[in-house]
């Protein structure tokens, strides 16, 4: 048997990303291939139903609260696809042969502050493929996995009547401010859009989609905050298009081939991780703004207005594409 430790902390999107490498290492090396996955407990869920992986090792904070669980020797080969401290910690305690995904930090450091794609970045998918390719394994083609636990489907008599039949599912959340459409815009892409649609998002999303609904009515239903993750990725399924920013429903939305259209403010999908092959009809919006991106991860230069500059009546229209 031949066993395999990969290594994502974090974050949901992220972690998502991985499925691929996750795949084809337990799809394409011969023999038995034993998966394990160390990831934070918060995100254990997004990998608790797939089938390529044989158990998911968790920490709060600390690689040292499963020392235990990584036995020097164990594994034949670590496989990070995190490349910080704690991984780091993880390698040296398994004392394994290991692989190493390249973070392109410097290119992404000089493509934020010359907006332009000097040292080239490329998807994360395809650097996490780079990593293990020693091992021989290689892409499939066939996109990113999310499995939705049966305890967690939602059937549309959960519900209210007007979303059991059709709806568009719009993801309004986002990790820094800078991915997140301005509540006012919000209010009017909701406002010009016809078709029953379902906000999704966390808990600290839920005040801003109250504001949307105020507005415009029971056409609107706010589901921020009243439904787990992967109850929330159900409701993906289920939608006939979603619309999401730059966020990790954005990259559940691709991995269940929907039709996606997804909003790029203060980042652009040159810094690598765009929607990775989502589903047919799917779109990239980005702000039209010459100062994006203003930051690698959103949290900067945008307090200005300008990286929101889309147009919401091309997204609206889409709605019927």
Known sequence: MT????????????IVLTTPVVRALKSQLEGEVQIDFITKKVYAG??????????VITIDKRVSEVKDQLVPGYYDYVVDLHNNLRSKQVKHTCKS??????KRNVAKWIYVNVKREILPIGHVVKRSFEAVKPLGV????NGLDFFIPDDDVVMPAMLPEPFRDSYIAYAIGGKMKGKILPTDKMIRLCEKIKSPMILLGGVEDRERADEVVKVCGNRVFNACGAFSL?????IIERAEKV????????HIAAALKKP???????????IGFA???PGNGSVIIEANCKKRPTSKLGNRGFKDGCVFNVDLDEIAKMELG
């Open 243 to 250: 619309i999401s920013h730059d966020t990790g429903l954005m």
């Open 275 to 277: 929607p990775w092959q």
């Open 46 to 55: 997004l990998l608790s139903a797939n089938p390529h992986i044989n158990k």
């Open 260 to 270: 996606l259209i997804s909003l790029w403010f203060s980042t652009t999908p040159e």
């Open 97 to 102: 042969l290991n692989f190493t995904i390249d």
């Open 138 to 141: 290689e892409d499939d083609g």
């Open 3 to 14: 066993r395999i430790l990969i290594i994502r902390f974090s974050s949901i999107g992220d």
């Open 230 to 234: 992967n109850q929330s990725a159900s």
